[in-house]
């Protein structure tokens, strides 16, 4: 199988075999607009090539997930405002390059469904997977089901206001959890409040002991994601929040105070237990591979 996970940053590829082991992977950096379908094809088409020189099984089945809002009966990826995309045709177009069936899928809902099925929220009926990376995204599991909403997918929860009149975001809106907390924000918040350059979130982080302008950035997107969790926590009274994506890699630095802000926020909902992924940030290319595998997200 060969799964692929189209993000706002990076374009991340696996051929996997039938027992989950890798047989090839790749990377290419995200390009803006429709030429990140070109990228796709192009990285998914080497991967198909180089597995096929390294194994004996052929390649027969595919699985590409993105971001953004996802017709998936159409193959159709509706829009994305990181990646720039919209109504972009995916699925016929790799088919025919690829020559074998494509599925697609939102990113985070197969990444938080990966991480249900065998990850950190493995044996968990009502589990809240939250996706930081370039933008914010959820998946949510209630009474032991996939919620898929309206749209074919729930968990725009980084579109939830929490500072209204705050910084712009991506979709239109001011003050989002995605504007405030993802990594693309981090960076952007450091870089225009310091004037100094970092390459990353993760750069920010690791100056926080020192720089108090770090500390400041940090410690608001966590008072922010905190502010959007609790209605959360609220709302849905999940057993199990699991933290995903680039910024997850923070671990303890994240998901402590992230516990204690959520602790001094609460009020009849008790705060669940809060623990990063599993697969880390392979965990969107983990539930592509088994989406590629069983031809239907289950339960």
């Known amino acids: 199988m060969l ?44 991967l198909i090539e180089q597995a096929g020189q390294e194994s004996n099984s052929p390649v027969s089945r595919a699985c590409v997930i993105v971001p953004g809002l996802v017709d998936r009966s159409r193959g159709i990826g509706t829009l994305s405002a990181n990646i720039g995309w919209h109504n972009l045709d995916l699925v016929s177009p790799l088919e025919t390059a690829w020559k074998m069936p494509v599925f697609l899928d939102h ?6 469904w990966a991480e249900w099925q065998c990850g950190a929220g493995r044996g968990c009926d009502d589990m809240f997977f939250v996706a930081l990376g370039t933008g914010v995204a959820a998946a949510i ?49 450091y870089r225009e409040l310091s004037g100094r350059q970092v390459s990353g979130a ?22 922010a994601l905190g502010d959007g969790l609790i209605s959360v926590v609220n709302l849905l009274s999940p057993a199990r929040i ?17 516990y204690d802000a959520l602790h001094g926020l609460a009020g009849l909902v008790p705060v ?23 031809g239907a997200v289950e339960d």
Do not use: M
């Not at 090839?24 to 990140?36: R, V």
């Not at 989002?176 to 693309?184: I, P």
């Not at 995903?244 to 105070?257: H, I, Q, S, V, W």
């Not at 697969?279 to 969107?284: E, F, K």
């Open 242 to 258: 699991v933290v995903g994506g680039g910024l997850a890699e923070a671990k303890d630095a994240l998901t402590r105070p992230l």
């Open 141 to 189: 599991v209630a009474g032991g089901h996939l919620l898929r909403g309206g749209l074919g997918q729930g968990g725009e929860f980084g579109h939830v206001i929490v500072r209204p009149g705050g910084p712009r975001c991506g979709c239109g809106s001011h003050g989002c959890v995605e504007a405030l907390c993802s990594a693309a924000s981090i960076v952007r918040g």
């Open 272 to 294: 669940p237990a809060i623990v990063g992924a599993e697969h880390g940030t392979r965990a969107g290319l983990v539930g592509a591979a088994l989406l590629a595998q069983r």
């Open 202 to 223: 993760a750069d920010v982080l690791e100056l926080v002991p020192s720089d108090p302008v770090a500390r400041w950035v940090w410690e608001s997107a966590l008072a």
């Open 3 to 46: 799964a692929v996970d189209v993000g706002g940053t990076t374009i991340k590829a696996e051929v996997v075999d039938g027992h989950g082991n890798v047989v090839a992977s790749g990377a290419a950096q995200t390009p803006y607009g429709g030429e990140a379908l070109v990228a796709t094809r192009q990285l998914g088409y080497r």
């Open 107 to 112: 990113d985070v809902t197969i990444a938080g």
